[in-house]
């Protein structure tokens, strides 16, 4: 996409609307503001009310309805849970291999691939949504704030003479901006000309921020974020930051880094005695699989080899007792040190 489409989107975003153009016709759709917001909860619970006694499913209840009719599978939560987990990965992987093209065209086929198939999960269970007392008070509340929200050019309310409220509500949900398109807008000018005057006390949207709309208060959190970018101390390169998914990417190997110096810290606090913090293997009790994990990278590669071929050799006894001097790391160090107090006796009788 060139300049233009986000320049255009930035000045939709600095109105606080949407302009729509249906024929020759004109029409306004603004974001409600914090009394109208208010209002359309009453709408909400009254809409509600009526689907409650109407016979409306709790949306708590459909999953039921979905597993029983073969829309929805529990494993389908475990699967989206592994998805998340991998696309991190693979964003790691983005950022490591930044300067590799061909292997970052092939790392983003794969995030967009499991992104994809996330979603899938996602529709599966709220297909019914729709259906429930929620999805119905929801849906209700929203044509409402359409119909509160949408005017002619000269700031009247649209009497939907023309097209009717369903139309505008449909072009509304299509013209939403998706992250990637506020990220783009975010980190370029003019906006960001605009972003460093307005830091400068120089207001930009003239009120507070309880009164900014969704997309405005996204546009200045993605905005704090570049900033924070630029002003660390491991900041990345300009390209980095300009791609979205190796700049994920960084943001993973940085929390990863940090949750890994943390948790080396505690495990550093817990042992205090100094003939437990000298001692060649020194064994932490996790509180669940989670923390275990936690505490096994922070193992290195030698050490990991060592729990790998001990695993290996407990599975390999079938069920059998298996002795600590019979694991073979055991059974080498048990041989080095033998020959070192035979060298130390060599040495000594000289």
Known sequence: MDNVFYEKNLYRILQGRLRLV????????????????EESYDIYDESYKQAYFRGCYLKKDLINILVENDLWNPFYEKESKKLADQIEDLKADVYHSFYDKRKVKSLKIQIRNKERLMTDYVMKKHVLDHTSC??????????????????LKDGSSYTWDKFPISVVMDHYSSEQLDPKTIRKIARTDPWRTMWYAG?????????PAYQLTKDQLALCSYSNMYDNVHESQDAPSEKVIEDDDCLDGWFIVQRRKYKKDKKQQEIDDM?????????????????????????YALNN????????????AIENADGEQISFTKFHDVRQDMVTQSHQQQMSKIRGGR
């Open 22 to 37: 249906l024929g020759g016709l004109v029409l306004y759709v603004y974001e409600p503001d914090a009394e109208l917001i």
């Open 134 to 151: 929620e999805g119905v008070a929801s849906f209700a509340r929203s044509i409402w704030l359409i119909s509160q929200t949408t005017k």
């Open 301 to 312: 590669h030698g050490a990991k080899a060592t729990v790998h071929n001990r695993r290996q």
């Open 271 to 295: 042992i205090t005695n100094p003939k437990i913090k000298n001692s060649q293997e020194v064994f932490v009790v996790a509180r669940d699989q989670e923390a275990a994990n936690e505490i």
């Open 199 to 207: 830091k400068k006390n120089i207001n930009i949207f003239e009120k």
